[in-house]
């Protein structure tokens, strides 16, 4: 058995979700690629994938192989590259999405800077806060807000955001202030599309103690930034990230309210589909991000 090339047969199905798709990649048979991996299975004496008529998914071994091979084959890659000179000047264009407020808020600067330094490089960014499909929508990288839950991604950690629960000084002194979670049910509360749970809002207490709260009111939208807007406007309550509300509350046209409870926090991470296609460009990009962005999440 050829192990690299077994290796390869193995993450290319994980990452193309078929050993018929794999095999067009790496233009081989697909009975070629089917035997890579059953050899694979058998010199580790452990299964590395479900097979049904309909999908594939990984087992728990699999799951911890398949970590290991992605990055065995981008060492293998990068010192193929090191010992050559290939590949070491960023060039081409980057295709990038991220979320709309915090590409233009904190993106858009470093993005001016990156391509300064890196003349051969062209970004082209979808602005969108709906969670895109890397893979099937070409994407080299994407910058992410929470938890990256996919086997198939690599997430590199740039920084964390907290959210944070505020509303107008005029809305508080019509509606009053919420002195506990549980007032929110007698607010006008605006709602998210694209949170976990887009009708509750969680708090945490010091003490441990945990409310989760049904919330509603006159707006949902899928856009963080048009939320705090209309908050602002004296409508009602928002709850939403820091980078969001940050310049509102700097400027008085929002107050933090509940600021005895916790709200959630989440990482946010520069996202690609694997480290073997890491190319030098979007390394450069990464590296370039991480330098850049603080941990407070300034850049």
Not at 166 to 173: G, I, K, T, V
Request: net charge neutral; glycine share 6%.
């Amino acid at each position: 058995m050829d192990r690299l090339q077994a290796i390869t047969a193995f993450v290319a199905v994980v990452e193309h979700g078929s050993f018929a798709r794999a095999a067009e990649r790496l233009a081989q048979s697909v009975s070629a690629v089917s035997r890579h991996v059953a050899e694979l299975e058998q010199h580790l004496d452990a299964r590395l994938l479900n097979r049904t008529t309909r999908r594939l998914s990984l087992t728990e071994a699999g799951r911890t192989f398949h970590e290991r091979a992605v990055q065995l084959l981008a060492d293998l890659e990068e010192a193929e590259q090191s010992a050559g000179g290939g590949g070491a000047t960023p060039r081409g264009t980057l295709k990038l999405t991220c979320p709309i407020t915090y590409g233009t808020r904190v993106l858009a600067p470093l993005i001016a800077a990156f391509v300064a330094r890196h003349a051969e490089v062209r970004i082209d960014i979808e602005l969108s806060d709906r969670t895109v499909d890397l893979v099937d929508e070409g994407f080299d990288l994407a910058v992410r807000i929470g938890a990256i839950r996919s086997p198939l991604l690599v997430a590199r950690r740039l920084t964390s955001t907290t959210l944070v629960c505020c509303a107008s000084p005029a809305y508080l002194a019509r509606r009053g202030t919420p002195r506990s979670p549980d007032d929110l049910s007698r607010h006008d509360c605006l709602t998210y599309e694209f949170s976990p749970s887009r009708f509750q809002w969680h708090f945490h207490a010091a003490t441990g103690e945990e409310r989760v709260v049904r919330v509603g009111g006159p707006l949902h939208s899928n856009n963080g930034r048009m939320l705090v807007a209309v908050a602002a406007a004296d409508a009602g309550i928002a709850c939403e990230p820091d980078f969001i509300v940050a310049p509102e509350i700097d400027a008085g046209r929002l107050v933090p309210i509940l600021t005895d409870w916790t709200l959630p926090s989440g990482p946010i991470s520069a996202v690609y589909p694997s480290r073997r296609h890491l190319s030098a460009k979007v390394r450069a990009f990464v590296d370039f991000l991480v330098e850049r962005i603080a941990p407070d999440g300034t850049a």
